[in-house]
């Protein structure tokens, strides 16, 4: 069955920066797009970026344009969110999502606060 493992949060300063990582199994990671999600307290989830199919096309949500960037290793079935420049808005739990069946994973706690 799919499975997506989410990895990398925890507890950051304003201004630091954390990656975040996504292992996928049970299809063929390398035929579907990818994105990540955010969801913060109170508030729906949210898209962040997505990523096609071999990396050449990323797209991000505007808040987060020139701080975050998405990536993958279609050869270890990962995708990953660098962070970079992170503000308190970016707190939330963070979940990547595969364009196969939709499926999620259960996310991974981002919180930025000094």
């Known amino acids: 069955q799919v499975q997506l493992v989410e990895s990398g949060g925890g507890l950051v300063q304003p201004g630091g920066s954390l990656r975040l990582s996504c292992a996928a199994s049970?299809?063929?990671?390398?035929?579907?797009?990818m994105a990540w999600y955010r969801q913060a307290p109170g508030k729906e989830r949210d898209l962040v970026a997505g990523i096609s199919v071999n990396g050449g096309s990323t797209n991000y949500t505007d808040s987060v344009k020139g701080r975050f960037t998405i990536s993958r290793d279609n050869l270890k079935n990962t995708v990953y969110l660098q962070m970079n420049s992170l503000k308190p808005d970016d707190t939330a739990v963070y979940y990547c999502?595969?364009?196969?069946?939709?499926?999620w994973g259960l996310g991974t706690q981002v919180t930025v606060s000094s």
């Open positions: 049970g299809f063929r990671f390398s035929s579907y797009a």
């Open positions: 999502r595969e364009d196969y069946i939709g499926s």
